[in-house]
């Protein structure tokens, strides 16, 4: 879930269906005023998106690890719960407990354990459900070899990469973390961040920044003012492709060109272009990275993620990883990989799918009476469309779009009449996923702050999956002309 955990220990706990089954990773919100009363802490969930929502099992583990106290959360490993307290949160009172490798830590308050809770998501030091499961069991790790092939599988897709270079994670978050620790440079400790980044990637930039009394990243539209703001003590410039929810694309070949002629180092979030679509080292990034919950698993039932280095860029970048990987324990449970590998197989006809039937339903929905703006890095009208045709095979799964003469009202009549089953807020999956983007991540923010990152309140992310593109139009058609009656 894209939010904050919704609710304290004492509200009602509502167990809402989940997809992707026993260790699915997004719950279902049927009707927007379910979405709004998680938001508001009026109700609690059990399932959702795991870095999000403690699941029962994690939960299990945590209540028989140190059943004494109210504020705890469990961590992928001993080393995880280190860090935080040592490195990271060095704010909270942390205590940690240790259980068969992996750890629960404790805050003393319900004030630190909001603290708590956001860092260990920004971190994604998350414990897999899988494995709180093996452990609540007493059930033996899987064979490790699953993660091997999980790498050499992902190299094979990512041109320009090498097994040797490709690390697994325990979360999307957990590599991007690992990502920004191996490039960071205290000479040059300025972050540049080129469009509107996952919430939790600022978040967490942020905050590792200004822990260390640095300034936080800056945040630039597009290569012309990267250009003119970068300073002598830039070293990371940073950027997802294309981003989410707008679908803006970057010029990567020119941000590269103009980074490595500064040594300044280039991450690339490609989680939503996935390398079927680019394959940003071949242009000369340092470090592509994916969150393999999303297209590169395409079942919603598993969290991890994974950084490709360039072979090319410097030794220490590939060797600090490994130390950060050590260090932190946050390395892919075996059991996620070995669910990733077996989904892994139908990746590429997934994602051949996947394109074929966004356009579709982004083009359906742009000639929708009721549809004010669609954003889709293929459609005549998206400002990016020639970059897009020039770095992108395909424009991926996601879609964006705001409705006409956008209100809450409006919102509702659609999103509850819509009759996309998949109404949950990740994204990737073979299933089509639907969501209220800027309420489920931004729900607080003021509007002024909204339209400054160019963001309708009522903005709604379809992730267009692998179904009868006639059927998915056909369920979004219901909710639309629903719109009209409001
Ligand atoms: N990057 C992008 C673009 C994302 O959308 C997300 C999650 O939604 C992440 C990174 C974080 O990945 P994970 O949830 O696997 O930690």
Redesign the pocket.
């Known amino acids: 879930m894209?939010g904050d955990c919704g609710g304290s220990m004492n509200e009602p706990c509502k167990d809402l269906p989940a997809i992707g089954g026993e260790h699915g990773v997004s719950a279902v919100f049927t009707k927007l005023a379910d979405l709004i009363a998680f938001k508001e802490g009026s109700i609690r969930i059990t399932r959702g998106?795991p870095?999000f929502v403690n699941h029962p099992y994690v939960d299990a583990f945590a209540r028989v690890t140190v059943p004494g106290s109210e504020y705890r959360w469990a961590v992928s490993s001993v080393e995880a719960g280190r860090y935080l307290r040592d490195r990271f949160s060095q704010n909270l009172s942390i205590e940690i407990f240790e259980r068969a490798g992996a750890a629960v830590l404790t805050v003393p308050d319900r004030e630190q354990f909001a603290l708590l809770y956001e860092d260990i998501r920004n971190t994604?030091f998350t414990l897999s459900s899988r494995r709180a499961k093996r452990l609540l069991c007493g059930v033996n790790d899987p064979e490790p070899d699953y993660l091997d092939r999980c790498v050499k599988k992902i190299s094979s897709f990512e041109k320009g990469s090498r097994i040797e270079d490709t690390f697994l994670f325990s979360?999307?978050?957990g590599a991007?973390f690992a990502a920004l620790c191996a490039t960071f440079d205290e000479q040059r400790p300025g972050v540049c961040i080129i469009g509107n980044p996952?919430v939790?990637?600022i978040q967490l930039f942020s905050k590792f920044l200004t822990r260390k009394n640095f300034a936080p990243p800056s945040v630039v539209e597009g290569y012309e003012e990267f250009e003119m703001t970068t300073g002598d003590d830039t070293g990371i410039v940073f950027l997802?492709i294309p981003t989410?929810p707008l679908l803006r694309v970057a010029d990567l070949e020119k941000i590269v060109h103009f980074a490595r002629a500064r040594d300044i180092r280039v991450i690339v979030?490609a989680?939503?272009a996935t390398p079927y679509n680019i394959n940003p080292l071949q242009y000369g990034a340092d470090i592509v990275m994916h969150?393999t919950?999303?297209f590169l698993n395409g079942h919603n039932d598993h969290?991890?993620?994974v950084l490709l280095v360039n072979p090319e860029s410097p030794d220490m970048i590939g060797r600090k990883i490994k130390d950060f990987l050590a260090l932190t324990g946050s390395g892919m449970d075996p059991e996620e990989g070995k669910v990733l590998f077996e989904h892994l197989a139908g990746f590429q006809s997934r994602m051949e799918k996947i394109n074929n039937n966004a356009l579709l339903v982004a083009r359906y929905l742009s000639s929708h009476q009721a549809v004010d703006c669609v954003n889709y890095p293929f459609l005549d009208g998206h400002p990016d469309r020639h970059l897009a045709a020039k770095y992108l095979k395909g424009g991926s799964g996601v879609v964006s779009f705001s409705l006409r003469g956008s209100s809450f009202e409006r919102a509702s009549a659609f999103y509850d009449r819509c009759r996309i089953p998949g109404k949950g807020p990740s994204?990737g999956a073979e299933e089509t996923l639907l969501c209220p983007i800027t309420l489920l991540t931004y729900y607080k923010m003021d509007d002024a702050a909204l339209e400054a990152m160019g963001l309708d309140r009522y903005l709604m992310r379809i992730s267009v999956g692998t179904e009868d593109p006639y059927l998915i139009i056909s369920q979004l058609e219901d909710g639309l002309l629903a719109v009209e009656d409001a």
């Open positions: 894209h998106y870095r994604g979360s999307g978050m991007i996952y939790d990637t997802e989410n979030d989680t939503i969150s919950t999303k969290l991890g993620g994204l």
